[in-house]
C-alpha cells in the first residue's frame, strides 16, 4: 500500500527534475558558510509531531550554524497560517536541488514523501547528505511493516534516532539496523509535555485507534462488517458511555485515523446521537495539543498510549481483535503482559474501568512506574540531545 497516490506522469516529471537538479548541483556548487538541514514529516501534510517539534527548536537555537528548511505539500495551506519559515514546496525543482546539496535531512515517516517525493529510485545519487529517520512514534506496539521503496531508504539512511535503550533494542535486533547507526536521545515531541502531569479529575477523553493495512482496500460493505467498525460503533454508541459522559460533562474527543479517511462518513454519522462526543479527521486537530489536553485515552494499538504513560494519564486499551492483529502484523510487546493500562478484551470491560476512572476518580495510571521499562529521559530535553549527536 503506497501512502500517497502518484499521478499518471508523475514518474516522468520526477526523473527529469532530478537529473536535472544533480547535474545543476554540481555546476553552481559552493560551500555555504551554513549547513543546509531539511526536515520533513506527516507526508509534508502537516506540521506535527517529532519532525516539527525538532524543526521548530533548530529555528530557536541553532539559526546562526544552520540553514534550516522546512519540507511541505504544496495542496496544504499551514505553513502560511502558522508562519513556518523557509518552507520549501515538495516536488519543485528547488526540493530536489536542495536535497542534493543538503548536508543533513531529517524526517518523520519517510524520507521519499517528508522530504523529497519518489527519491527512492535515485536515492545513491546522492551520497554526501546525513540521512536521520526521527521517529514518528515510538516502537513497541506495532510490527515493521516494509514497503518496497523503504528497503533502499533504510539502507542509506545514517541515523535513527531511540527513545531509549528499549527501542534501541527493538531496531537493532528486530529491523537489524547496525548499532552505530543508532542514537538513544528521547521523543522529541515528549519536550512539550509535562512529565507526571495527571488532571485531577478526567474531563476530556482522547479516543484513537490506529489503523489496520488489511481493511485499507475492503469494499464499504466489507469494512461495515469488520469488527473493527462495528466494535467502535459498540463503543460509542453505548447507553452507558454515553450517559456517563453526559452525566458527568466530559467531553470526548474521537480522532480519525489519516488512513481511515475514505471510511470517515460511517463514523461521523454516530455523532448525531450524543452531544458529548465529536469526531475529527486528523488534518483537523493537531494531535500533540490534544494530548495535551486529553485526560485520559482510549485507544486499541495506538503509538500515542506512550505519550500518556509520560503524562501519567488514564489509559484504556481495548483489544477486541487481538488475536487478529497478532497475526496479522505482530507487536513487540506481549499484549497480555506488558500493556501499561487497563486491558479491556470487550465493550463490558471498556465500561468498567470508565466507571472506575471517571465515577471512582482514578485519575492517574496505576501503571505509571512501569514507564521506567520503555522510557530513559524525562527531562524536556530530547530536542537538545538530538542536535548535538547531528549537529556536534
Known amino acids: 500500500m503506497e501512502l500517497k497516490k ?9 526523473f527529469l527534475k532530478v537529473v536535472f537538479a544533480f547535474g545543476l548541483s554540481k555546476l553552481i556548487w559552493k560551500k555555504s558558510n551554513r549547513k543546509i538541514v531539511l526536515v520533513g514529516g506527516n507526508l509534508g501534510e502537516k506540521y506535527e509531531d517529532n519532525a516539527s517539534v525538532f524543526h521548530r ?28 519559515p523557509n518552507a520549501v514546496k515538495l516536488g519543485t525543482l528547488k526540493n530536489y536541488l536542495l536535497f542534493f546539496r543538503a548536508d543533513h535531512t531529517i524526517h518523520g515517516h519517510s524520507l521519499s514523501f517528508d522530504i523529497a517525493p519518489s527519491i527512492d529510485k535515485y536515492i ?5 547528505t546525513i ?40 531496531k537493532l535486533k528486530e529491523w537489524g539496523i547496525p548499532e552505530e547507526k543508532l542514537l538513544v536521545t528521547g521523543m522529541a515531541r515528549f519536550d512539550n509535555y ?4 495527571p488532571a485531577s ?43 456517563l459522559f453526559e452525566n458527568r460533562q466530559v467531553k470526548v474527543k474521537v480522532v480519525l485515523h489519516p488512513f481511515m479517511k475514505k ?12 452531544t458529548n462526543i465529536k469526531f475529527y479527521s486528523f488534518d483537523e486537530i493537531s494531535i500533540g495539543n490534544e494530548m495535551k489536553e486529553a485526560d485520559m485515552l482510549l485507544t486499541d494499538y495506538s503509538s500515542i498510549a ?20 497478532l497475526n496479522m502484523r505482530g507487536s513487540y510487546i506481549n499484549l497480555d503482559k506488558d500493556l501499561f493500562g487497563y486491558k479491556a478484551d470487550t465493550t463490558k470491560e471498556v465500561k468498567m474501568y470508565m466507571d472506575l476512572i471517571l465515577i471512582d476518580g482514578h485519575s492517574t495510571n496505576p501503571y505509571f512506574k512501569e514507564g521506567t521499562r520503555f522510557l530513559d529521559y524525562f527531562d524536556q530535553r530530547s530536542c537538545e540531545r538530538l542536535a548535538s549527536q547531528l549537529f556536534k
Open 194 to 197: 509535562e512529565y507526571n502531569s
Open 263 to 274: 471510511f470517515e462518513q460511517y463514523f461521523t454519522k454516530m455523532q448525531t446521537t450524543a
Open 57 to 84: 527548536y533548530l529555528v530557536e537555537n541553532y539559526q546562526k550554524e544552520l540553514d534550516i528548511r522546512w519540507m511541505y505539500d504544496p495542496s496544504t495551506t499551514y505553513v502560511r497560517k502558522l508562519n513556518i
Open 6 to 14: 502518484r499521478e499518471r506522469f508523475e514518474n516522468i516529471s520526477t
Open 306 to 325: 506512550w505519550d500518556f504513560l509520560y503524562m501519567n494519564k488514564p489509559i484504556i486499551f481495548f483489544t477486541f481483535d487481538q488475536k487478529e492483529y
Open 124 to 128: 545513491f545519487f546522492n551520497r554526501k
Open 201 to 243: 479529575r478526567v474531563e476530556n477523553v482522547l479516543i484513537m485507534f490506529t489503523w489496520r493495512e488489511w481493511l485499507f482496500d475492503l469494499s464499504e460493505e466489507d469494512f461495515l462488517s469488520s469488527d473493527y467498525f462495528k466494535k467502535t460503533v459498540e463503543v460509542l454508541s453505548d447507553n452507558h458511555l454515553l450517559a
Open 131 to 170: 540521512m536521520t529517520h526521527i521517529s514518528h512514534g515510538i516502537e513497541g506496539f506495532k510490527k515493521i511493516l516494509i514497503q518496497e521503496e523503504d528497503i533502499p531508504l533504510l539502507s542509506r539512511c545514517n541515523y535513527f534516532n531511540c527513545v531509549s535503550e528499549y527501542e534501541k533494542g527493538i
